[in-house]
Every structure is written in C-alpha cells, then in structure tokens.
C-alpha cells in the first residue's frame, strides 16, 4: 500500500484522538468521582438503617413504659381502695390485719414498678439522644452524598464535552484518509489497541519496543510513500523527520 507520507502523519493525529477517547472511557468506568459517590450513598444508607433500629427500639420502650405506667397506676388505685376500705370501719379487726398487708404488699410491688419505669424512662431518654443523633448523622451524610454527586456530575459532564469534541474532530479526520488506509488502521488498533505510532530512534512509538536491525533495514529501505508496520505489534509506522532514518 502506498499513501502520501503526510497522509500517514495524519495517522499520528487520529491515535492521539483514539488514545483520549479510550483514556476518557476508560475513566468514566472507573470514575474515582462515582467511586466516592457510591461510598458515601452507602455511608447515608447504613445511617438510615441505623436510625430505623433506633426508632424502633424507642417504639418498643414507649409501650413498655405506658404498660408499666398503667400497673403502677392499678397497684396505686387498689392501694387506694384498700385504704377507703380501712378508713371505713366496715371491716373487722381480721379484714383491717389483711388489709395492712395486703397495702404493705402493694406498696413493696409500686415501689419496684416505679423503679423499673425510672429505669425504662432513662433508657428512653438514651435512646432519644440516640435518635437525635442519627438524624444529624442523616443530615451530614445527605449533604455530603448532594457533595459527591455534584462532583460526579461535574466529571461526566467534563468527559462528556471531551468526548464530543473528540468525536467529532474524528470524524472530520476519518472523512480525510484513504480507506484502505484506515482499514488497516482501525484492524491493527482493535486487535492490539493502537494503531499507529511514530517511529523514532529505532522506537515504535505504538508498542515502545525497538525494532531489531533487520526490521529497521526494511523500513530505511522502504520508499517514503510505502505503509510500513511494526513487527512487533503491527501498527503502522509512521516515519517522520524525527524517525532519524
């Protein structure tokens, strides 16, 4: 094949296009941006969960602190009757004998209930403070996610622009080259990821190996216009000023 060598030198132009586009794809797959995004998504979830077990656990002390406030108010009331009942004096002496007991009975049991809903009501008073924190760690975690995924978006939108202009000038560039040329180009480039480098101080600029003396021989003795590749990789070598030859 045989193709202007400032035809060829175009090729330099197209594999640094190729190179940005792929360094852009790449890059979007592996967005550290979208990286810190997904962390800090799961940081607000974990927080959210966190504070559904909070809420829960407070649902759970708020019936236990009302049943408990309901049989400390029926050991109260019967308390209560028992002492009408003695202030009575409808009672005989061995009723009035029960009766004492039975109040000392019930004021041992009020005692120990209202020990135990002061122990409930602080827990809840722990696990409010609790709630109160998680719904500030929510409200950190949400601003710093709306942080992340502004930054995130910012980046696409970056590498978006650059691979839109990319594109285009690409395409500008394709519409300009012989075929048979860019054929060869894009075959080499699939298969080994680029497609053309320049050749300079016996370096393919496409594989960064240097080209053994036999090979550098053929390429000196190739006319200017010949297509010559890379025994190495197969991209095609482009021969400049700079290839030294």
Known sequence: MRVDPATQARLLELAELDGELDRVRH??????????????????????DSLVKTQMLASDLDREVKRQEREVE???ARADKDRKLMS????SAKQLTDLEHEIGTLQRRQEALEDDLLELMEKREAVAIDERKSAEAIAAAERAVAEARAAAESALGDMAQTEQK???????????????LLELYDRVRQARGRGAGLLRARRCGACQLELDRVALSKV?????????????CGAILVRTAESGL
């Open 27 to 48: 890059r979007r797959k592996n967005l550290p941006e979208q990286q810190v995004l997904d962390e800090r998504e799961a940081a607000l979830q974990a927080a959210k």
């Open 166 to 180: 990319c594109e285009a000038d690409r395409a500008k560039l394709v519409d300009e080259l012989p075929a048979e």
């Open 220 to 232: 000196k003795a190739a006319d200017p216009d010949a297509v010559v590749t890379c025994d190495n």
């Open 74 to 76: 029926s050991v109260r």
């Open 88 to 91: 009575s004096g409808a009672v």
